[in-house]
């Protein structure tokens, strides 16, 4: 069973039939170099984006259920298609939904998450010598309703799939070469990373670097499974995210910039015990991750409350907070979704004030506000205006010499 290997192919490696063909080559390959195959795809180029516009011409606020049951079609056309390409090579093959394969996930539509994966189909077809292609992004929840794993959710698929299968490794196919110092199409002078722990590779993609879906990454630390980031149209090595230890160096291994935050303030709230604890209380139960949080002291008992969300929670968040105002005895409700988020990551970085104050010092050299600071072991955000967030990011790529290769 362990010459099980899981790979996962992106929207834009399957974007198009030719591309598809393509990859059917590489995997057709693969399995005769004695591997046996499980592939997870996304869906093709841009279709999830399209699905989801069509949703929106149908109704402003589309039900979570329906949604799902939209957004997972745009896999099972990459699965059957993907399929077809195999199969006319020679190899048999299988194309299997989410729920087919066995992925169970709990019930939070838009963004679930897997709770249990029953590999018997699975193992069974690969037992028959069949390459199985899953589509990633999806499950069922105890209904057997579709559900879908949040945007970007294929890697958490396969890596998800190659914990259970206990594959050696799980390669993520994309259309970039691996992991960068930021995102190279960014900053034209990013550099790749070789290897990466899986805690820096989290933060990296916590905070915005979309190459890979931060669940994908907690499950592959969780179950130790080493992750190969690599280019489809090029042979390179790409980036391997794995345990490394000798974390005593401080090293800035990489920026994230995540334009898709907004910032809510609450004006004027009592200063008392459990306020703090109503408000958040009320927002994770709707499953509303919050980021950033900074409570400044005014006068006279009364302070203001602001943190971040993800822009596509803003509307429901600043719902639950116009509700709760008038019973927490604040004033009113405001928000901003014209920031961004700049982070610099690296293991140990906040052990010494050095990083700190280079990051702060560029912002200041590039005349920008910083609205609000937060940090942990191993990274330092910070809130600015979206409208310098670019040139923020390439400055401070500049001045960590994150240009020069990183090993
Ligand atoms: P896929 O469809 O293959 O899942 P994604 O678009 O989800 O591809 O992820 C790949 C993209 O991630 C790249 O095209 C790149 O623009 C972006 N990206 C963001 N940050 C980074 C980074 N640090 N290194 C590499 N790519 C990054
Ligand atoms: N197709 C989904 C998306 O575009 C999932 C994925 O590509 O990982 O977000
Ligand atoms: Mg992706």
Known sequence: ???????????????????????????????????RIVVVVSAMGDTTNQLTNKAFQISAQPPSREL????????????????????????????LTGGQCGIITDDNHKKAKITQINTDRIISEL???????????????????????????????????????????????????????????????????KTISYDEMLELASLGSTVLHPRSVELARKYNVPVSVKSSYTMNKGTLVTEVKNMEKIVVRGLALDQEISKISILEVPDKPGIAYKLFAEL???????????????????????FTVNSTDLEESIRICENIVTDIGAKNVIYDNNVSKLSVVGAG?????????????????????????????????????????????TYLHDMFHLNKLNE
């Open 1 to 35: 069973m362990n010459n099980i290997l899981v790979q996962k192919y992106g929207g834009t490696s399957v974007g198009s039939c030719e591309k598809i063909k393509r990859i059917a080559e590489n995997i057709a390959t693969c399995k005769k170099n004695g591997s």
């Open 349 to 393: 970085i906040t052990s010494s004030s050095e990083v700190a104050s280079l990051f702060f010092k560029s912002l200041y050299e590039l005349g920008i506000n910083i609205q609000m600071i937060s940090s942990s072991q191993i990274k330092i955000s910070c809130i600015i205006e979206t409208e310098h967030a670019l040139k923020a990011l």
């Open 284 to 306: 994770s139960s709707k499953n509303i991750t919050v980021d950033t949080i900074i409570q400044n002291v005014n006068r006279n008992a009364i302070n203001d409350i602001s």
């Open 68 to 95: 799902d049951m939209l957004l997972a079609t745009g896999e099972q056309v990459s699965i059957s298609l993907l399929a077809m390409a195999i199969k006319s090579l020679g190899e048999d093959v299988i194309s």
């Open 127 to 193: 037992d028959k010598d069949k390459i199985v292609i899953v589509a990633g992004f999806q499950g069922i929840n105890n209904s057997n309703d579709i559900t879908t794993l949040g945007r970007g959710g294929s890697d958490t698929t396969a890596v998800a799939l190659a914990a259970s299968l206990k594959s050696k490794i799980c390669e993520i196919y994309t259309d970039v070469d691996g992991v960068y110092t930021t995102d190279p199409r960014k900053v034209k002078s990013a550099s790749l990373i």
